[in-house]
């Protein structure tokens, strides 16, 4: 089938630890792979993105790298700060269109 | 470059009555996307629609439809709502396929 699977939450870290949030996909060929972010009331902003094994994404400190052989795509930041205090979501492509599969959300909160 | 523009923000609606959400894509942006997102189900593909073409659809009743006009604006209709069609209703825009989507604020809606 076509999924994703992320890691549940809620996650609560201090600030400057680190973290990572478990993401794997299940699908036919090799789709493009992304991670995004909603702050509270907002839509989703795209974090990073991969579209082929082996691509490492990076954004403000995030980092992913897109692992063929484990169909996974975690999410990891070496310091977190409170800003980064969110909802994660872990999605894939269809390979056609624009159609996104999401994981269901990974809920972080950093505190001081 | 402006965002994803989608109107309005916020709506009460009464069961049984219809509603219409609106999306500006990002300009020069084709593919226009609808996602329901609940607390129970997470984020859900509506449909998409490219060049006034729907070219995917979710797996929801036909009481949810759209369209896309051809400046690439898009509409998402609900008829007689239910109590479960509460929920954030976001576009996205993409510039092509399995590329990444830019994510309006969203729509609240809240069937009474």
């Known amino acids: 089938g076509n999924s994703v699977t992320q890691m549940e939450g809620p996650v609560t870290l201090s600030e400057e630890a680190f973290l990572t949030i478990n993401c794997t996909y299940t699908?036919?060929?090799?789709?493009?792979l992304f991670w995004y972010v909603q702050y509270p009331g907002e839509g989703l902003q795209l974090l990073l993105k991969a579209t082929k094994a082996d691509d490492k994404g990076s954004n403000k400190g995030f980092e992913a790298t897109y692992r063929k052989e484990t169909t996974s795509f975690h999410l990891e930041k070496g310091s977190v700060q409170v800003s980064d205090s969110a909802v994660y979501f872990c999605a894939r492509a269809l390979n056609t269109g624009n159609q996104f599969y999401f994981g269901t959300g990974t809920s972080l909160t950093v505190i001081p | 470059k402006a965002g994803v523009t989608q109107t309005p923000r916020y709506l009460i609606k009464t069961r049984g009555q219809q509603v219409t959400l609106s999306c500006s894509p990002i300009?020069?942006?084709?593919?226009v996307s609808w996602y329901q997102q609940t607390p129970g189900q997470g984020l859900q593909f509506l449909f998409e629609y490219f060049s006034e073409t729907q070219r995917n659809k979710g797996n929801f009743p036909g009481r949810f439809s759209g369209r896309q006009f051809s400046n690439s604006r898009s509409e998402m209709n609900v008829s007689t709502l239910e109590l479960g069609d509460s929920a954030l209703y976001l576009c996205a825009s993409s510039l092509s396929e399995r590329a990444e989507a830019f994510f309006g604020q969203g729509t609240r809606l809240t069937v009474v």
């Open positions: 699908a036919t060929g090799y789709p493009s």
């Open positions: 300009s020069g942006h084709r593919s």
